[in-house]
């Protein structure tokens, strides 16, 4: 488990306030999730790469690895 800092919370607002102005929102957790992997430098497992791979697309160096 790891903690959500006022750090990863305000990178969690930006990707999605830039998604929304894309015009390409996701759902509210996601933004909070890659920003902890973000922060933390980890690479994000998942099953849900269609949402993930637009936060890459923004220009974050986000990793994913789809477990599927």
């Known amino acids: ?3 959500f800092s006022p750090a990863e919370g305000e990178l969690a607002g930006r990707i999605a ?3 929304e102005l894309a015009g ?3 759902s509210p957790a996601d933004p ?3 920003a902890i992997a973000l922060h933390h430098g ?3 497992v998942t099953g849900n790469t269609a949402h993930f791979h637009r936060i890459p697309q923004l220009g974050y160096p986000l990793t994913l690895v789809n477990w599927r």
Do not use: F, S, Y
């Open 1 to 3: 488990m790891l903690p």
């Open 17 to 19: 306030g830039e998604l």
């Open 24 to 26: 390409r929102p996701i």
């Open 32 to 34: 909070v999730i890659a």
């Open 42 to 44: 980890l690479e994000l």
